[in-house]
């Protein structure tokens, strides 16, 4: 009988280490089918099936999406936003623990009061000189909402106060790494998903234009690659994402040059994606288009032969400008994908979620995007917006920051000085 048991003792420690050892020596062997080889998209045997969920998958979404434009801003900006959500809840689930949240009621909704707190600082930041412009004509409104402007980032930094003592108050014995741990990553989707996402919505209101030409660049810049890859992708382009190749990389970063040049003399010929939207409304928009949409003819070089059916071009200058975003969206913006992947590797998850059939979730469809839609809002800002002063920008600040009794004074006082000066 103690034989048995000194035989016993030994083995219960060791099993713990043994199976590890196991597992790790499983890990170990590579699977035939884990190559290089059995990751490509050409050699994958269910591909075509794949592609046709990909493809309804797709045209559905293309299909919402150009309703939605057709909408106009308002109806962009609600999009991002319920993407925004998803996207949220989608990585908020990806650290989740079902038995640790068990112990810790109310937990998650602590989670969701920084998400809607930093929201309605971001979007009280970007849209709170439209929303001015929009109540101008009434004088109440406009005193409410002036004063509601005035205290917003009093407002925000108090609710953002009030969610730090709340996780400081729920925090337990023996949960403390969990809820620390569930603190931090609750900030990082602020600052990586959320902050960055953002940056689309003043892209929107800068004019239509600057927000639809760099999605559509990065559907197509995806579209392309996937394509290619299918096709004749041989060479691995990355070891985090083994169904990348240089074939498909290369591919669609040609489409997506010509592709850029060719839809932004598409797009700029439509004034409801090219005027910038200064206020809430919903109406049809009519601007001057400016030198950038106003098309520019340059004729072609005498030695192409007389059969050639055209003697000049017609490009607009903004054609220019959307190949350095076709560029960026070619070469850089890819970054945000292999980072995703990345990211699920670490946490050995396959996709973000399960909601867009042969596509995963949200995340999935929104990493490149991301990355563009802060590279698309400073390259605007950085060399397309005017670096002056102009009387538009000037009226804006006006209209923001005076009450209406202030820009009476300062209309009486401008009047005068220019009298003085014309009688002068």
Same mark, same amino acid.
């Given at each position: ?158 609710? @953002? +106060?009030? !969610? /730090? ?5 729920? =925090?337990? #014995?023996?949960?403390? *790494? ?47 690659? @996937? +394509?290619? !890859? /299918? ?5 691995? =382009?990355? #070891?985090?994402?083994? *169904? ?9 970063s040609i489409t997506t040059m010509f592709s850029a040049f060719w839809l932004a003399h598409i797009m700029g010929q ?155």
């Amino acid at each position: 009988m103690q034989r048995d048991n000194t035989a016993g003792s030994p083995s219960t420690p060791r099993s713990p280490r043994l199976r590890h050892r196991r597992r790790s020596a499983e890990q170990l062997i590579p699977d035939a089918s884990n190559t290089n080889g059995g990751h490509l998209l050409v050699d994958d045997n269910n591909k075509y099936k794949t592609m046709w969920i990909r493809a309804y998958s797709t045209v559905w979404m293309i299909g919402g999406f150009a309703l939605i434009i057709y909408l106009g801003h308002l109806a962009i900006t609600a999009m991002v936003v319920v993407i925004q959500i998803f996207m949220a809840k989608e990585l908020f689930n990806l650290l989740r623990r079902a038995h640790e949240d068990r112990h810790l009621p109310g937990f998650r909704l602590l989670n969701w009061h920084f998400f809607f707190t930093a929201m309605l600082f971001v979007y009280g930041r970007i849209l709170s000189q439209r929303l001015v412009n929009t109540v101008t004509s009434d004088k109440f409104l406009h005193k409410v909402v002036s004063s509601l402007i005035q205290y917003h980032m009093v407002a925000c930094y108090f609710l @953002y +106060i009030a !969610g /730090f003592m709340w996780f400081i108050l729920t =925090l337990k #014995k023996k949960m403390y *790494k969990y809820q620390f741990g569930q603190y931090a990553w609750t900030h990082m989707i602020l600052i990586i998903v959320f902050t960055q996402s953002s940056f689309t919505v003043a892209n929107i209101f800068e004019g239509i234009f600057w927000f639809l030409l760099p999605a559509t660049l990065i559907v197509i810049n995806d579209i392309a690659a @996937y +394509i290619c !890859g /299918f096709f004749f992708g041989r060479t691995p =382009l990355i #070891k985090i994402s083994p *169904k990348k190749t240089w074939e498909g990389f290369i591919g669609a970063s040609i489409t997506t040059m010509f592709s850029a040049f060719w839809l932004a003399h598409i797009m700029g010929q439509f004034q409801w994606l090219t005027c910038p939207r200064k206020d809430l409304s919903t109406g049809w928009l009519h601007c001057d288009p400016g030198p950038l949409f106003t098309p520019e003819y340059h004729t072609l070089p005498g030695w192409l032969p007389e059969w050639f059916p055209w003697k000049g071009i017609s490009i607009l200058p903004v054609q220019w400008h959307a190949l350095c975003l076709g560029l960026f969206s070619s070469i850089i913006a890819p970054f945000g994908g292999f980072f995703a992947s990345g990211f699920k590797r670490a946490f050995k998850v396959k996709d973000f979620g399960d909601s867009i059939p042969g596509h995963g979730g949200i995340t999935d469809r929104m990493d490149c995007q991301m990355v563009m839609a802060v590279f698309a809002y400073i390259y605007h800002q950085s060399f397309v917006m005017p670096q002056h002063l102009s009387v538009e920008i000037l009226l804006d600040q006006i209209l923001t920051n005076l009450t209406v009794e202030q820009q009476q004074a300062l209309y009486e006082k401008l009047k005068q000085v220019l009298q003085d000066r014309l009688l002068g």
